[in-house]
């Protein structure tokens, strides 16, 4: 195969997985870091996909919104998806991110319950763990692993599913949800 068939075969894969990135609900800041394609193709793209041009602004970049009680077990569930796929597979890293993804998506899904992490903070999520900013560690209690600062004490670390919050769970959905039942 000669050069002009691998970069015309390359291209049309990096068209794909930008197309899927969006799909999933990918910021252009994701784009541009994974895909191999210019802004401006991106924007085009992204337009055509969407019909909308994309969202502005800064990325989530705090790692405390990983910690918070439910986003803690929306980004556990996902990073032990990840590191699993990622350590069975030989795929680049942004395809395990979009494989873990769409598992992600399938077992909240299956469980009755609306998605909290958006494909662009479960790719921060990735980079954090790689920067060493964050990693998984087990409860002491049930042994799941979920997502902590690398920084944090781990030998008496109990998760949020095992020590439950005063108010979790009491959130504006279930409360609609619980008045219609009443009514």
């Not at 998984?136 to 020590?163: E, K, M, Q, W």
């Amino acid at each position: 195969m000669n050069a002009r068939a691998k970069s015309i075969v390359g291209d049309a894969r990096e068209v794909e997985r930008a197309a899927e990135l969006i799909r999933l609900g990918a910021r252009l800041q994701l784009l541009e870091s994974e895909i191999n394609l210019s802004r401006e193709r991106l924007l085009r793209l992204y337009k055509e996909i969407q019909r909308k041009s994309p969202p502005k602004g800064m990325l989530p970049f705090s790692t405390d919104w990983f910690t918070a009680w439910q986003p803690n077990i929306h980004a556990s569930l996902f990073a032990n998806i990840y590191e699993y796929l990622d350590k069975s597979s030989d795929l680049e890293q942004i395809d395990v991110v979009i494989r873990a993804y769409r598992l992600y998506l399938e077992q909240v899904g299956t469980s009755g319950l609306e998605p909290i992490l958006s494909i662009t903070r479960a790719w921060r999520l990735v980079k954090f763990v790689d920067a060493g900013m964050m990693c998984l560690a087990p409860c002491t209690r049930c042994s799941g692993r979920f997502v902590l600062h690398s920084g944090d004490l781990r030998n008496r670390f109990v998760c949020g599913l095992c020590h439950m919050p005063a108010r979790a769970g009491k959130t504006a959905a279930r409360k609609a949800r619980s008045e219609l039942i009443e009514a």
